[in-house]
Every structure is written in structure tokens, then in C-alpha cells.
């Protein structure tokens, strides 16, 4: 079975600043994929980083890099220089060789005050 | 914009109805996934769909039913309404390789129905 824990259920950074999202997963497969999505008010699920259970490299997206410590099982989501438009909320998923779905954490609310 | 094109946008109606959702997949997809979001219940697989065939079932209910065209859009079917099937559901699709674990899936703005 594949399991997200995402422990933050909400965060509140001021603008500009770094601010770190947590995600541990568990797995006994070897090959599985890691994914971070945005979620605005509006709605819409966005996707921004993806990391390989076999990438030696943490992934980076602009301003998004994925801090992944395979040994700790997690992927934990980096945002830096934070903007106003980065309030929302963010899920961490996973999903495995051969399995067809991406299972979720339940989410952290992230709020950028200004 | 990811691509995934849902409707309608939003939907309400009453208890013990039936809709259909609508969803067109990114060009070139050929994998649809069904999810379901609830406030209490979070993020929820459904169902999967892979150029027309069923290929995984997730937490659908019974009362629930999808389909995958040859011109690969998909309905969900949701029958027997009752007022705890008020959610958003996001369609979302993914690339050519079914069960490869590095394809991202990209997600439609969703359908936020309302059962009344």
C-alpha cells in the first residue's frame, strides 16, 4: 500500500520568505514518482514538481525545488521568494511502477501574508 | 492551462438524480482518471480509463458509472443522487505509457456539483 502524510494543515509565511511544505510517504516499492500540486481558490489543480525515486538530483521548477531524502522517505516541497499568488493549497502525491493512480495527502493551506 | 477541458463547471440538483460529467483529455493522452473531491474525504480515485478500457477502480460507488469514447473523452455518470455526492470532480489525464510511475497527471478545472 502507498500512504501521503502531509502533518502541516496550514501555514503562514510573509512575503518573500522561503517556507518549507512536508511530505513523508511510504512504500515498499523501489520505483515510484513523486509529484507536488497547487490548488488556488479557484479551484483548479496545477502541477509543479515532479521526482524519480531513482533521481540523484533534487528536481527543480523556478522558484519550486523538491528537498527528497529517500532514506527519511520524504519529498518535502521548497518554495522560495515567496509571492502573494502562492497562497493556496498544496498536495504532495505519489505514484508507483505499475500502479494507474496518484494517491494524495490530505493538504497544507499555505497563506502569504504581505 | 493544463489541457484536460471539464463540464460543466458547476452543477446543482436534487436528491435522487442522475447527471453526466464531461471531460476532453490533453491531445494525445490516451489514460483518464476520475477523482473526487470532498471536504471531509480529501483527494479520491475513482476510476481509470485507458484508451477506452477500464483499467482501475478506485473508491466508486456503485451508484457511479464512466466510459471512455474512441475519440478518448469520458463521462462519469453519477445516478441516485444523495446530498453527501455534493464535490468537485476533476478529470485528469496522462501521456501514452499506461502505469508508467514519472507521467504527471494533468487535471481539468474540475465540476463542482451541488446535490440539493
Known amino acids: 500500500a502507498q500512504k501521503i502524510t502531509q502533518t502541516q494543515p496550514g501555514m503562514f509565511v510573509q512575503e518573500k520568505e522561503a517556507v518549507t511544505l512536508d511530505c513523508t510517504y511510504d512504500t515498499s516499492d523501489p520505483s515510484y514518482g513523486l509529484f507536488w500540486y497547487k490548488q488556488p481558490s479557484s479551484g483548479e489543480m496545477i502541477f509543479l514538481i515532479y521526482q524519480g525515486s531513482y533521481d540523484q538530483q533534487n528536481a527543480t521548477e523556478g522558484r519550486y525545488s523538491l528537498n527528497f531524502q529517500k532514506a527519511r522517505k520524504s519529498a518535502n516541497l521548497v518554495i522560495s521568494a515567496s509571492q502573494l499568488g502562492d497562497s493556496a493549497m498544496y498536495f504532495c502525491a505519489m505514484r508507483r511502477q505499475g500502479a494507474q493512480k496518484l494517491v494524495f495527502g490530505q493538504g497544507t493551506r499555505l497563506t502569504i501574508n504581505p | 492551462d493544463s489541457g484536460v477541458t471539464q463540464t460543466p463547471k458547476h452543477l446543482i440538483t436534487a436528491t435522487g438524480q442522475r447527471v453526466t460529467l464531461r471531460c476532453s483529455p490533453r491531445?494525445?493522452?490516451?489514460?483518464v482518471y476520475w477523482y473526487q473531491q470532498s471536504l471531509d474525504q480529501g483527494l479520491q480515485f475513482l476510476i481509470q480509463y485507458y484508451n477506452g478500457e477500464e483499467r482501475a477502480k478506485g473508491n466508486i460507488l456503485e451508484r457511479f458509472s464512466a466510459q471512455q469514447f474512441p475519440d478518448l473523452h469520458s463521462e462519469l455518470n453519477l445516478s441516485s443522487l444523495e446530498l453527501g455526492d455534493s464535490a468537485l470532480y476533476f478529470c485528469a489525464s496522462s501521456g501514452r505509457t499506461v502505469g508508467s510511475y514519472n507521467s504527471p497527471l494533468h487535471f481539468g478545472n474540475g465540476t463542482r456539483l451541488t446535490v440539493t
Open positions: 491531445s494525445g493522452d490516451l489514460s
